[in-house]
T-cell receptor, first 116, second 112 residues
Framework: EPEVTQTPSHQVTQMGQEVILRCVPISNHLYFYWYRQILGQKVEFLVSFYNNEISEKSEIFDDQFSVERPDGSNFTLKIRSTKLEDSAMYFC??????????????FGPGTRLTVL | LAKTTQPISMDSYEGQEVNITCSHNNIATNDYITWYQQFPSQGPRFIIQGYKTKVTNEVASLFIPADRKSSTLSLPRVSLSDTAVYYCLVGTPSGSARQLTFGSGTQLTVLP
């Protein structure tokens, strides 16, 4: 079964540093997403990406965040200047269709980001 | 976006059938009901989706009454490995990505 992969599995960084979280979505998927989950809290939507542009973003996804699909396989989330409160598990997801469909939202294993 | 309400937690024993009910009183005509499962430190995983009546797949069944204001996820003969958080979501295939708003979910603990 195809999978969404994410690297690294754990990233430790100093406050103020830039981090790039990487994801390889399932190859024939068209919709890509980033979510985060602060320890013990809910999974929160950050951004959706379709046709090489952001289609939706949440209030969390401010100017410190950016996403990119630099080639045909990778999908990245960049945090320009990390803050302590950015410490969370970040999940990438992909889907063949958007929204909440039967072939929706295959999630990767996550990257745990720790900001010191 | 339709709001969903689920029990915070449930306990069960191995081999039992578990039913988790979700309330979604303001579900819209075009909304589907979708359930996800999340293990600790992993991403949510799609379990089942339905629109009305009953849907069954290899891991679960989903029962939806005629008024569609609630739904019940049924897990037959649970095992210890079914211990996870289960989320109920409501939305449409062509709708906003924000529909994937995960609430607090139901923490299912399967005991030996």
């Amino acid at each position: 079964e195809p999978e969404v992969t994410q690297t690294p599995s754990h990233q430790v960084t100093q406050m103020g540093q830039e981090v790039i979280l990487r994801c390889v979505p399932i190859s024939n998927h068209l919709y890509f997403y980033w979510y985060r989950q602060i320890l013990g809290q809910k999974v929160e939507f950050l951004v959706s990406f379709y046709n090489n542009e952001i289609s939706e973003k949440s209030e969390i996804f401010d100017d410190q965040f950016s996403v990119e699909r630099p080639d045909g396989s990778n999908f990245t989330l960049k945090i320009r200047s990390t803050k302590l409160e950015d410490s969370a598990m970040y999940f990438c997801a992909s889907g063949f269709r958007g929204g909440l469909s039967t072939d929706t939202q295959y999630f990767g294993p996550g990257t745990r980001l720790t900001v010191l | 976006l339709a709001k969903t309400t689920q029990p915070i937690s449930m306990d069960s024993y191995e081999g039992q059938e578990v039913n988790i009910t979700c309330s979604h009183n303001n579900i819209a005509t075009n909304d589907y009901i979708t359930w996800y499962q999340q293990f600790p430190s992993q991403g949510p995983r799609f379990i089942i989706q339905g629109y009305k009546t009953k849907v069954t797949n290899e891991v679960a069944s989903l029962f939806i009454p005629a008024d569609r204001k609630s739904s019940t996820l049924s897990l037959p003969r649970v095992s210890l490995s079914d211990t996870a958080v289960y989320y109920c979501l409501v939305g449409t295939p062509s709708g906003s990505a924000r529909q994937l708003t995960f609430g607090s979910g139901t923490q299912l603990t399967v005991l030996p």
